[in-house]
C-alpha cells in the first residue's frame, strides 16, 4: 500500500504529533481548510467538518478522548435503568457560557430540537420513543426496542440552551436542505471549551477560550481565526509563508513539497471515511438523463457494468498520489462490523464486456446521466469525479458532471425532512460512522429503506431498498451476541455487495500538515478538537 498502511481504529487514532512541550504563554492559532464550516448550528448537518468544529462550542453529554473512547462531557454517568431505558446523570454547577445554568430542561430541548425539524440529526434517534426529565441533574430516555449504542449515537451531539434558543427564535434548526436560516445559523452560545467571537461566513471564523468552562483546559490559545481558502496553491504558500498554522487536508499533489519543507510537519494516515458513488434507484425515470419513461439504475446489470469499469487503483494512482485505500465495503478496517474476506472487489471489465451488460439491459449506444460533485469537501473529490466520467465514457454512458460548493451540492442531493430525495441521479459522497464507530450507523444511515418515519436510511440519497437488508439491520441494532450480531452483518453485506447497490471507491486519507510549533492530535475520524492544541 505504499507509504501508508491500513491499522486498526485505536491505532490510527492515537497517532499524534506533539513538537513541544507548551508554555505558559499563548499564541492566535490560524488555521484552514478547502471549504468554510456550513452552519453554527450542530444540528444543522451531519456533516464530520460541522460537527467536529460546533463541539469547540458546545459539548456533548459523552465525548470522545484522544483515543476515540467515550469519556464524561456534560453527563458524569449514563447507562441503562432497564433494556429500554437509558439515564444521563449531568455534571453539577456547568454553566452556558452567558452564566446561565446547565440543567436537565436544556438536555431535554436539545435533544428534541436535534430529532425536530430541520435537523439533519434525526437518524441518531430512530429507537427513541420519549425523552424526559427526572431532576435537574438526570434525563431518561425510553427507547422503542434495545439500543446498546444510544449513547455512543450521541457522542457528537452538542448541548444548547433552551432560553437561548427561545430568546432568539431559534427554537428549530433551520433546514439547510432548503437553504434557509435562523439566528443560530450565524451565532452560537454553549457550554465548550471555546466561544464565538466572530463569523463571517466564506471569510472567517473566530473563535476566543470560555473562561468559565467546566473542564481544565489543556490548550494555551487566546484565540482560534478559521479561514476557509478553496485554492490549493494559496493554501499551501499560507502555511508554507506562516500566515496559517495548520492545514486541514492536504491535497496529494503537495504532501511531498510540504514534507521537504523544515518548518513544517505532516500527519497522515487512513480515515475511517469511505468515498463512494450512488445511483438513483428510486424513481421510475431519473431527473437527469437522456433515458425517458424508466430508470436504467433499477437495473442490476447497469450497477454491475458500471462499478466494474471503474479503476479505484487507477485514482489511487493518478488521483490521489497513493493516497487512498480501495474497497469494496462501505465500511473501514477498525470499525466494529467490517468484513475482512468480504472486502474484495469484483474483477475491471473490458468496455466490450461491460458494453454487452449495457446492451443486454436494453441500452446498446449507453445513455447520458447528470453527475454531482462536491468540490471542497473530500480529498480531490472533483478530481475523482472527473476521472469516473472518463472511465464512463469508455463504455458509452455519457456523464455530465456538476462540481460545486459543499454548501449547494448538500442542499440539492440530500433529501429533505419529509424524506423525500434530492435532485440527483448519480453523486459522490463520503461516510463515516464516527457517532458509534459500528456498521450498524452505515446501514441504518446510508442502506436501509429510506422511511422519514421510522428516521431510517435518511442518507440514502439513491433510495436503495432491499427488504431482507431492512429486516437484518433492525435485528443487528437490538442484538447483543456477538456470534449472531456478526452473522447478520455478513448477511446484510453480502446482500449489498452482491446488488451493486453503491459503489464504494476508497478508504480516505487523513493528511494534515502543522507549522512545526504547533502540538495537535489527529485521530481517524478527522475530527480536530482544539482543545488539544497548544502553540510553543
Given amino acids: 500500500m505504499g507509504k501508508f498502511s491500513r491499522w486498526g481504529l485505536v491505532g490510527a487514532a492515537a497517532l499524534a504529533l506533539t513538537l513541544a512541550i507548551a508554555p505558559a504563554s499563548a499564541k492566535t492559532f490560524k488555521w484552514g481548510n478547502a471549504g468554510d464550516v456550513s452552519s453554527m448550528d450542530p444540528y444543522a448537518r451531519q456533516e464530520t467538518f460541522l460537527l467536529t468544529f460546533t463541539q469547540n462550542i458546545y459539548d456533548p453529554l459523552v465525548r470522545r478522548d484522544k483515543n476515540l473512547k467515550l469519556e464524561p462531557a456534560l453527563a458524569v454517568k449514563w447507562g441503562q435503568v432497564d433494556k429500554n431505558t437509558w439515564f444521563f446523570d449531568l455534571r453539577p454547577g456547568v454553566k452556558f457560557s452567558d452564566g446561565t445554568p446547565f440543567t436537565a430542561d436544556d438536555v431535554v430541548f436539545s435533544l428534541n430540537r436535534a430529532n425536530g425539524p430541520g435537523s439533519n440529526m434525526g437518524s441518531n434517534f430512530a429507537s427513541v420513543k420519549e425523552i424526559r426529565k427526572v431532576s435537574d441533574l438526570r434525563v431518561e430516555v425510553i427507547t422503542k426496542y434495545p439500543d446498546p449504542l444510544l449513547a455512543d449515537k450521541w457522542a457528537a451531539l452538542g448541548m444548547m440552551s433552551k432560553a437561548w434558543a427561545e430568546k432568539n427564535n431559534a427554537v428549530n434548526s433551520a433546514d439547510m436542505t432548503k437553504n434557509e436560516e435562523n439566528y443560530a445559523t450565524r451565532n452560537a452560545m454553549g457550554t465548550g471549551p471555546f466561544m464565538l467571537k466572530e463569523r463571517r461566513a466564506g471569510e472567517r471564523t473566530v473563535l476566543v477560550p470560555n473562561p468559565g468552562w467546566w473542564d481544565k483546559p489543556t490548550h494555551n490559545l487566546t484565540e482560534v481565526i478559521f479561514t476557509p481558502i478553496p485554492n490549493a496553491a494559496t493554501r499551501v504558500a499560507a502555511i508554507k509563508a506562516g500566515d496559517i498554522d495548520m492545514m486541514y487536508e492536504v491535497p496529494p499533489a503537495d504532501t511531498e513539497t510540504l514534507k521537504r519543507d523544515p518548518n513544517i510537519a505532516v500527519l497522515e494516515g487512513p480515515e475511517t471515511r469511505i468515498v463512494y458513488l450512488g445511483m438513483d434507484q428510486e424513481r421510475n425515470e431519473l431527473v437527469e438523463s437522456s433515458v425517458k419513461g424508466k430508470n436504467p439504475f433499477k437495473d442490476k446489470r447497469v450497477r454491475e457494468a458500471i462499478y466494474r469499469s471503474i479503476d479505484v487503483d487507477a485514482i489511487k494512482r493518478t488521483v490521489m498520489r497513493g493516497q487512498s485505500f480501495p474497497t469494496a465495503l462501505m465500511v473501514a478496517p477498525g470499525i466494529n462490523g467490517y468484513m475482512k474476506d468480504l472486502d474484495k472487489r469484483p474483477a ?17 449506444q449507453g ?15 472533483e478530481k475523482i469525479c472527473q476521472a469516473v466520467v472518463a472511465m464512463l465514457a469508455r463504455i458509452g454512458i455519457k456523464v455530465n458532471l ?23 441521479s448519480l453523486y459522490m459522497l463520503g461516510w463515516s460512522p464516527a457517532q458509534t464507530y459500528d456498521v450498524h450507523n452505515v446501514f441504518e444511515a446510508l442502506i436501509q429503506t429510506p422511511n422519514a418515519a421510522t428516521k431510517k436510511g435518511m442518507f440514502n440519497a439513491g433510495g436503495y431498498s432491499n427488504p431482507e437488508l431492512d429486516k437484518l439491520a433492525d435485528a443487528m441494532e437490538q442484538e447483543t451476541d456477538k456470534t ?8 446484510a453485506t453480502k446482500l449489498y455487495v452482491n446488488d451493486y447497490a453503491y459503489i464504494p471507491l476508497h478508504q480516505q486519507a487523513v493528511v494534515w500538515a502543522a507549522r512545526k510549533n504547533i502540538s495537535l492530535v489527529q485521530p481517524a475520524d478527522n475530527s480536530f478538537p482544539l482543545r488539544f492544541v497548544t502553540i510553543k
Fill in 402 to 424: 456538476l462540481a460545486q460548493t459543499r454548501n449547494l451540492y448538500f442542499a440539492k442531493i440530500l433529501r429533505k425532512g419529509d424524506g423525500s430525495p434530492g435532485t440527483t
Fill in 367 to 381: 445513455f447520458e446521466v447528470g453527475m454531482d460533485c462536491p468540490n471542497d469537501r473530500y480529498v480531490n473529490d
Fill in 484 to 491: 449472531k450480531r456478526d452473522a447478520m452483518i455478513a448477511a
Fill in 348 to 364: 475491471l471489465l473490458k468496455p466490450d464486456e461491460a458494453k454487452k451488460l449495457l446492451a443486454d439491459a436494453g441500452y446498446p
